[in-house]
């Protein structure tokens, strides 16, 4: 059975960091690609950042040199270190697994909220 399990969101003031973990069963999941996305309220989700099997990573825009993404391997777990948090931020953070178009994987979310 699949799970992917996010956890580590909250409450941050803003300029403050979080780090979210995605534990992963149920598949092999060294081959695959890891995404986290957010979606905050009235938006649609969007990606945040990707790394993939070869450590690979991608980063989009309004998180870039604020934001890492790392895995390992070895705990079957995916990463996101949060810093220098902004309001606009705040989002339920999703991950995702994917190795093909028939293999895509989502956890239910965790909830991060910037605020002061």
């Known amino acids: 059975q699949v799970q992917l399990v996010e956890s580590g969101g909250g409450l941050v003031q803003p300029g403050g960091s979080l780090r979210l973990s995605c534990a992963a069963s149920g598949f092999v999941f060294s081959m695959y690609v890891m995404t986290w996305y957010r979606q905050a309220p009235g938006k649609e989700r969007e990606l945040v950042a990707t790394i993939t099997a070869l450590d690979g990573t991608y980063y989009t825009d309004p998180v870039k040199g604020r934001f890492t993404i790392s895995r390992d391997n070895t705990k079957n777990t995916v990463y996101l270190q949060m810093n220098s948090l902004k309001p606009d931020d705040t989002a339920v953070y999703f991950c995702?697994?994917?190795?093909?178009?028939?293999?895509?994987?989502w956890g239910r979310g965790t909830q991060v909220t910037v605020s002061s």
């Open positions: 995702q697994a994917s190795a093909s178009r028939n293999s895509i994987y």
